[in-house]
């Protein structure tokens, strides 16, 4: 579901090609995953350099309910999904958060390079699988320094127009498209202060010796999901099971 996962995996299938004696080059499929995944946004902070881009969500397709004298089924539309990819990080030094929650940063092979994705619902839907989760935009990801104990930049994505506009047509063409994701970017709003546990992690402080308590002042502690290691669920509370 994540660019970076998928063009590895289109890579792997290239080369499957090659040693078949089919000529295929990764790099003729470059303009077409630019297009179904654009960026979101840049920014960079003391070398590090933060990418926003959209990642694939499957929407599920709900049971039939009676409206107006009529069947029909309800596709569950309010979860979006995207990626958080870093560059020139060490981890020693920097950690990433996603709306104050650890992001599971996976290597990409690359020196100081990593990934994550997120997934997040975009907007309320009443008629949906949630009904009752909130919606958690903006997506604000802060590069926390461990040293300092603080955040020293990080980026905002806006789901719709953070002025509250309303578009009243589709995009004219992908340039326009394209004006709209750069608005809804923001390569300011960090989380100001020095950090501070979570509520959940707090809550585990208490129950823990004073030792232990130390090493979850940082929001680190958060077990990562075994269905998909790989990106945050924000709709998921820390640490549940279901």
């Known amino acids: 579901m994540l660019p970076e996962a998928i063009w590895v995996d289109l890579r792997e299938v290239i080369e499957d090609f090659n ?15 630019e297009f179904r995944f654009p960026v979101y946004g840049r920014v960079e902070y003391d070398g590090l350099e933060l990418e926003l881009r959209m990642a694939l969500e499957p929407w599920l397709v709900l049971g039939e309910e009676a409206t107006a004298q009529r069947q029909a089924r309800i596709v569950d539309s309010a979860i979006e999904r995207l990626q958080v990819k870093v560059r020139g990080l060490n981890p020693e030094h920097y950690y990433l958060t996603c709306n104050g929650r650890r992001l599971p940063l996976q290597p990409t092979g690359a020196p100081g390079e990593y990934f994550a994705g997120v997934r997040y619902k975009a907007w309320k839907a009443i008629f949906g699988l949630q009904p009752t989760v909130p919606m958690h935009a903006p997506i604000v990801v802060d590069v926390f320094d461990r040293r300092l104990g603080r955040s020293i930049g990080g980026c905002v994505y806006h789901v719709n127009h953070p002025g509250g506009r309303a578009y009243d047509t589709f995009p004219v063409n992908a340039y326009e498209a394209e004006s ?41 502690a958060e077990p990562p999901n075994p269905e998909y290691p790989y990106t945050l669920d924000l709709r998921r509370l820390p640490g549940a099971s279901s």
């Open 19 to 33: 040693r078949a004696g089919y000529p295929f080059q990764l790099e003729w499929f470059a303009p077409f995953h």
């Open 180 to 220: 709209r994701r750069i608005s809804r970017f923001w390569s300011w709003g960090h989380t100001a202060g020095v950090a501070s546990p979570p509520a959940w992690v707090a809550k585990l402080q208490e129950a823990v010796p004073s030792s232990a308590a130390e090493a979850l002042r940082e929001p680190e």
